[in-house]
């Protein structure tokens, strides 16, 4: 600690949370780094950056003794059961396998259950029919988190590994609820909130674009669905269901059937429209999502008046598509009680015009992502 604060003209240590912050400004001869500062770098216990474009300003993070290490067994868990789920999904997708839900919430609840004792009992061997579904889903869901996370990484910031969220097949047709990581230590600066919140969506949509064009290309055309007016659909556990169309999937779909007015889905077509539909969701720049963290750090406070025309504008299409309402509560409730983003520990901080480009292209991928009508009856 000596050997750097030598090389600093005026500094100050932060405690936040788990971490020790060092947030100091480089005297003019060492900055560069000099020899002298890069030794001292090489050899820092954590994560550090230069906090502006002429590099002067230095912030140095490293974790403080006794941190808490995850609870790796309860991660592995939620993993394997979400893994089940999106197998047991897509083989009702496959036609290979039929969930049986008695009526009413308590039969609901019940056939869950006996989904996963099914399950422990060894009749999982017949969920192996929807791997085409299951795997590029869960591969789109993790690759989004791990951006997440080694970003968090990179700057020290404490974080858990992801906590995946399954549901079983006889709720949901897609098996997960998607997945999140937990900040345990508070976030410094813009910089750092924009740049852990791009990298999570940004990592999944080039997963995303490579399932779906797999996924289209072999999927079957026809004329005319089961699903109404619903140009791409999928059958579930023998159901139709009707998808709306991002630009994204508008243009793949154009991409391999051209002039088509219908598209059956295949399994991995199906998980890359999820894996999409999922990544536009958590673009929208509201409070606790990934577009909230994205705004806030190119805007600062002004993200408010995003969020509040983009909780207008669900609004408006709920009326088409009520499952907006849903939403639109779910982020309320994540975000306690608000849509607007709360304040990092150094707002003032200026990012630089290299993260604001990340930024900008978290933006255009929402973009193309976005369904405003995501299931068509």
């Given at each position: ?13 932060m405690r936040v949370g788990t971490r020790e912050v060092i947030d100091g400004l480089v005297v003019p001869e060492h900055r560069g780094p000099s020899p002298a500062l890069r030794r001292v770098l090489e050899g820092w216990p954590g994560g ?187 059958a579930f556990a023998g159901q139709p269901i009707g998808l709306g169309d991002s630009l994204l999937t508008g243009w793949i779909r154009e991409w391999a059937f051209p002039g088509a007015r219908f598209i059956h889905l295949s399994l991995p077509g199906f998980a890359g429209w999820v894996g999409a539909f999922i ?99």
């Amino acid at each position: 600690m000596d050997e750097l604060i030598r090389l600093l003209s005026a500094w100050r240590i932060m405690r936040v949370g788990t971490r020790e912050v060092i947030d100091g400004l480089v005297v003019p001869e060492h900055r560069g780094p000099s020899p002298a500062l890069r030794r001292v770098l090489e050899g820092w216990p954590g994560g550090w950056y230069w906090a502006d474009r002429e590099a002067t300003r230095l912030v140095l993070i490293r974790a403080l003794p006794g941190t808490r290490g995850p609870r790796w067994w309860l991660h592995l868990l939620l993993f394997v059961l979400t893994v089940l789920s999106a197998l047991g999904a897509g083989a009702a997708l496959a036609g290979v396998w039929y969930p049986y839900v008695p009526p009413g919430l308590s039969g609901a609840l019940v056939s869950a259950g006996e989904f996963f004792a099914e399950v422990a009992r060894g009749e999982w061997r017949q969920l192996l029919g929807g791997w085409t579904f299951a795997v590029p889903l869960v591969a789109i869901l993790l690759i989004h988190e791990l951006g997440h996370y080694f970003a968090a990484r990179r700057y020290e910031i404490d974080t858990t590994p992801p906590y995946f969220l399954p549901i079983p097949p006889t709720l949901s047709p897609i098996g997960s609820l998607g997945a999140f990581i937990r900040l345990k230590s508070p976030v410094l600066d813009r910089r750092q909130l924009l740049d852990v919140g791009a990298a999570g969506p940004i990592a999944g949509f080039v997963v995303a674009v490579a399932v779906l064009f797999w996924g289209y290309h072999i999927s079957e055309p026809g004329a005319r669905g089961p699903a109404g007016d619903a140009a791409t659909w999928v059958a579930f556990a023998g159901q139709p269901i009707g998808l709306g169309d991002s630009l994204l999937t508008g243009w793949i779909r154009e991409w391999a059937f051209p002039g088509a007015r219908f598209i059956h889905l295949s399994l991995p077509g199906f998980a890359g429209w999820v894996g999409a539909f999922i990544t536009g969701l958590n673009l929208l720049p509201l409070s606790q999502l990934d577009g909230g963290h994205i705004l806030y750090g190119i805007l600062g406070r002004h993200q408010r008046l995003v969020a509040g025309a983009g909780v207008l504008g669900l609004l408006v299409l709920a009326q088409y598509s009520p499952s907006w309402y849903l939403w639109v509560a779910l982020t309320f409730l994540i975000g306690g009680g608000r849509w607007s983003h709360p304040s990092v520990l150094v707002p003032g901080r200026p990012v630089p015009p290299s993260r604001r480009l990340v930024g900008l292209v978290s933006v255009a991928i929402f973009v193309v992502t976005f369904v405003p009508i995501p299931f068509v009856p």
